[in-house]
């Protein structure tokens, strides 16, 4: 699958890579709107066209169920097999000498069992596990090396560290900020759809003056059609009307994951046979979230204090939406808006303070039903 687009972001990273790492970078945005892709695809296919040499090392938490300190120390790390290294030193000076292409990429930082058994018996493992990911950091530089730490899904950790045990999301943002602010030896990008987790992060004290925010939001109707044009070649091996553009962004926007599974499916069924059963998906799923508001009591914690909502506060709040698309978060009362965030029917965008449907296709699922 050919990737499309996305020039101004892509620069935008190209251009924060050729520099120092000075700041810890937030990629955020809507479900399935294309964060992954876009940083993959950077990776892959755009970072060669640079004159340093790189070492990437991504770690995806969505592929772990991180409850304890141990998965996330897990999770960040891989055995590398080929090592019989005994200590931390050691194998860091053989890991630094075998990196010698253009760009390398690791899925989680590399490290033999036994070293990753004496990190894991650690009483304060947070510490040493950091100690060892800079030190490794840092030798690569003194090679001429520059790593990249991108961290994708990084919501998913926060039940871990948001809870007060160890290692706190404090101390991995502490970390992350000596990496880049401080000592300039790692560039850091934290990929995240969960737009309240990216609201916390905006507002911990630590990471103020130190973190920067990019969007990664769905396309703009432009750049939307223009993606079914480059898809309609690829996988129908014809052009669609304008009509038919048109008629597919009514229904599901500038998704490009929806964009891609209506054209996909063109191959074989009718497009308004499509569209109508994602519509009408997304209508059950939306009517039953209300039917549940009738019999179970919905519920948000807001700094450790339960707050009950009424069903009628909710259903105001969506009718918002009727005639637009976005509005100021300051028209939904913060329990409410949080709860409907929370159920992935609203998007926050904590930067703007705004609020918006996770998609067009729930947009039109709210339109139809209130
Ligand atoms: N620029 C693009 N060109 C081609 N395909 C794309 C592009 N962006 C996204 N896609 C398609 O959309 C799908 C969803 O994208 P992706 O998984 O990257 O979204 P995401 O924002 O990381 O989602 P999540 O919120 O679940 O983390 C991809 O599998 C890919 O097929
Ligand atoms: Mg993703």
Not at 2 to 13: G, L, N
Not at 59 to 80: G, H, K, P, Q, T
Not at 199 to 214: D, H, I, P, Q, S
Request: neutral net charge.
């Amino acid at each position: 699958m050919k990737f499309f687009d996305r020039e101004r972001e892509i620069d935008e990273i190209l251009s924060i890579l050729e520099g120092e790492p000075n700041s810890i970078y937030f990629i955020y945005g809507p479900l399935n709107s294309g964060k992954t892709a876009l940083i993959n695809h950077i990776i892959n296919n755009e970072l060669k066209k640079s004159n340093k040499k790189y070492a990437v090392f991504y770690v995806n938490f969505r592929e772990y169920n991180i409850s304890s300190m141990d998965n996330f120390v897990e999770a960040l790390f891989e055995i590398d097999e080929n090592s019989k290294e005994k200590t931390i030193k050691s194998y860091i000076e053989s890991f630094t000498k075998s990196v010698n292409d253009i760009i390398n990429l690791y899925y989680g930082i590399k490290v033999p069992e036994p070293i990753l058994n004496k990190l894991f018996g650690e009483k304060e493992k947070g510490r040493l596990v950091f100690k060892f990911i800079r030190d490794l950091f840092i030798n690569l530089n003194k090679k001429g090396v520059q790593p990249i730490f991108i961290l994708d899904e990084l919501q998913m950790i926060k039940d871990v560290v948001m809870n007060g045990k160890r290692p706190s999301l404090k101390s991995l943002f502490q970390f992350l900020v000596s990496l880049t602010k401080e000592r300039h030896i790692a560039h850091v990008f934290c990929l995240s759809s969960d737009s309240l987790f990216i609201e916390y992060v905006y507002n911990v004290g630590e990471l103020e003056g130190r973190a920067k925010y990019l969007l990664v939001d769905d396309f703009n109707k432009e750049t939307a059609l223009k993606f079914m044009d480059f898809l309609s070649e690829e996988l129908l091996n014809k052009k669609l009307s304008n009509d038919e553009k048109e008629y597919i962004y009514s229904y599901v926007g500038g998704k490009p994951l929806y964009i891609y599974n209506v054209i996909d499916e063109m191959r074989y069924k009718k497009l308004k046979e499509i569209l109508d059963l994602m519509l009408k998906e997304e209508i059950s799923k939306l009517d039953m979230f209300l039917e549940f508001l009738e019999y179970s009591k919905p519920k948000v914690e807001i700094k450790n204090e339960v707050i009950e909502l009424k069903k009628g506060d909710i259903i105001s709040a969506l009718k918002l939406f009727k005639n637009k698309y976005e509005i100021n978060k300051k028209d939904i009362p913060m329990p409410v808006y949080i709860y409907l965030v929370k159920e992935n029917i609203l998007l926050l965008n904590p930067i703007e303070g705004t609020l918006k449907p996770q998609s067009f296709l729930i947009w039109n699922a709210i339109k139809k039903l209130l």
